[in-house]
């Protein structure tokens, strides 16, 4: 398994874990981003979901992911990263993005995380598509937790 990819099956934490195990780790911390039962829709009125479709355009999203996680893995002084995003359709509760880092300390690991799941968010070529019970909607821009887009 490469330590980057896109995949329209289930992400395994547990294998992404294993690849970036390395003996110069003191931690390692996941991220794995799972589908809610509830979204805001474009008036910002929350309706239930029933599904999530994503969508990507795979070389360049594979490409984009390593470049992402190395530059993460650079800033944060990082031993590895890994990371997986999913494509088609994907239930509420099961997960369409898994990461994992080490490093030889626990603040930079989660440094690293963080950095990566939000440099994904924002760059990556991978659109989601939210279907509720009475239609469906695309999602334009992501927000992190300070309310960006």
């Known amino acids: 398994m490469e330590r980057y990819g896109i995949t329209d099956g289930p992400l395994d934490l547990g294998a992404l874990v294993a690849l970036v195990a390395d003996p110069a780790a003191g931690a390692i911390t ?4 799972t589908s809610r039962q509830s979204s805001a829709d ?6 239930p979901v029933e ?24 800033r944060h002084d990082a031993c590895r990263v890994a990371c997986w995003h999913r494509t088609g359709e994907v239930a509420i509760g099961a997960a369409s993005v898994a990461i994992a880092v080490s490093a ?13 799941i ?9 659109w989601k598509r939210e279907r509720f019970t009475d239609g469906e909607e ?9 309310g960006a887009t």
């Open 30 to 33: 996941t991220f794995l981003g």
């Open 42 to 47: 474009a008036s910002n009125v929350e309706r």
């Open 51 to 74: 599904t999530l479709w994503y969508e990507a355009y795979g070389p360049m999203a594979e490409r984009r992911l390593r470049a992402i996680g190395e530059a993460a893995r650079a």
């Open 104 to 116: 030889p300390h626990r603040a930079e690991a989660f440094a690293c995380c963080r950095d990566v």
């Open 118 to 126: 939000d440099e994904i968010k924002r760059s990556v070529p991978i």
């Open 138 to 146: 695309w999602v334009e821009g992501h927000r992190t937790e300070d």
